[in-house]
């Protein structure tokens, strides 16, 4: 199966919970520092399709309104977990977010260091099966 790249309008689900497989997710301070990792990402290659810039008011809302929806198979797993930190991370310290489609792995690493350069607090490559933490 394709993997399908993530929207401003279209959050990945699995069972009701956010699972952008073969995107990594990435939390930063603040909103100017998720622009300018993004203005970086693109600098270094990432189309303009493959990288998405969300403050943290629209994190916070995005998954404010999945969270209710979340199934009973995912209520107590890992994946709920995170989005239930994403989400007070996005509302109660501001940060803001960048993710981006990358099922390259070999451009793990470049994301992963430019996301560490500009403060980054969370990097989460999000595979099939798992969630791996690059930073």
């Known amino acids: 199966m394709a993997l399908q790249k993530m929207t401003k309008d279209h ?8 699972k952008p497989v073969g995107h990594v997710v990435i939390a930063v301070r603040d909103d100017a520092a ?3 990792l993004s203005d970086a990402l ?3 290659g990432f189309a303009d399709d493959e990288v998405l810039c969300f ?7 995005h998954l404010q309104e999945l969270l209710p929806g979340v199934g009973t198979a995912a209520g107590f797993g890992s994946e709920i977990q995170s989005m239930r930190q994403y989400e007070r ?19 793990h690493e470049r994301i ?4 560490a ?3 980054a607090t ?13 930073l």
Not at 89 to 107: I, K, L, Q, T
């Open 34 to 36: 998720a622009r300018s």
């Open 11 to 18: 959050f990945p689900l699995s069972f009701g919970v956010f």
């Open 117 to 119: 350069s500009h403060g």
């Open 42 to 44: 693109g600098e270094e």
């Open 112 to 115: 992963r260091n430019l996301a």
């Open 122 to 134: 969370l990097v989460n490559k999000y595979n099939r099966l798992t969630v791996e933490e690059l």
């Open 89 to 107: 991370m996005a509302r109660h310290e501001g940060r803001g977010w960048v993710v981006v489609f990358s099922p390259d792995e070999e451009a």
């Open 55 to 61: 403050t943290a008011a629209e994190m916070a809302h």
